[in-house]
């Protein structure tokens, strides 16, 4: 089915590893973002793409990259990953051709950082 | 920046029971969408609302919002254990950024059989 999908769906990272979360999406939809959330928080955003070729911060960007590869993919890295970035980390698309202008969400990523 | 307020942050409820939850805005929304997050799930789109003082309807459930569009509230109607779940509203400023929406922190909702 069409949708978002998000890998890996789990990740323990030790203190200053990095890595990479990938998010792909296949329906052609124009934004996407980056939310990670935490119990009583929420859903914060890290980052977004407005269209390919264009990236901004949201709420919490401090520890983050991210990169719009193309249309389809938008990923999200940790350069020295620390405890307080444990978290679910979700992704999510938009298109505003739809009448519902709803976000569709990926299935998650849940990061361990010890 | 704008926040987003819901309440309230938890809701028991028995099965059949009626159930509310608010969400209001410290700024004017040019819209407001819900979404529902099962246990261990993803959030998922379940409306939009535009217009001041829109009302929509899915069979049990009724979405409003204000006439200020500040604020917003999602009813429903007889509770089943299959409602249980976080319902978030999340709002997009008003003359604001087109492409962000601000997600209120949710209602946890749990029903008794």
């Known amino acids: 089915n069409a949708g978002v999908t998000q890998t890996p769906k789990f990740q323990v990272l030790k203190t200053g590893q990095s890595m990479t979360l990938q998010c792909a999406q296949d329906?052609?939809?124009?934004?996407m973002y980056w939310y990670r959330q935490d119990p009583g928080m929420g859903l914060r955003l890290i980052y977004y793409?407005?269209?390919?070729?264009?990236?901004d911060k949201g709420e919490v960007p401090n520890g983050y990259n991210v990169s719009r590869l193309n249309k389809r993919e938008f990923s999200l890295r940790l350069e020295s990953a620390a405890p307080s970035q444990t978290s679910v980390y979700f992704c999510a698309s938009r298109s505003y051709a739809s009448s519902s202008y709803g976000y569709t969400f990926g299935s998650g990523t849940r990061l361990t950082v010890v | 920046g704008q926040q987003v307020m819901q309440i309230p942050q938890y809701q028991h409820v028995q099965e059949g029971e009626d159930f509310t939850t608010y969400c209001n805005s410290s700024?004017?929304?040019?819209?407001i969408q819900w979404y529902k997050q099962r246990p261990g799930g993803h959030p998922v789109f379940l409306i939009q609302l535009v217009k001041s003082g829109e009302v929509k309807k899915q069979k049990r459930l009724t979405f409003q919002f204000g006439e200020a569009k500040k604020n917003s509230s999602l009813h429903i109607t007889a509770t089943q254990t299959t409602d249980v779940g976080t319902y978030f509203c999340?709002?997009?400023?008003?003359?604001?950024?087109?492409?962000?929406?601000?997600f209120g922190k949710g209602t946890l909702l749990t029903v008794n059989p």
């Open positions: 999340a709002g997009l400023n008003s003359g604001g950024s087109n492409y962000k929406l601000t």
């Open positions: 793409s407005a269209s390919e070729g264009t990236t």
């Open positions: 329906m052609n939809h124009n934004s």
């Open positions: 700024t004017t929304l040019s819209n």
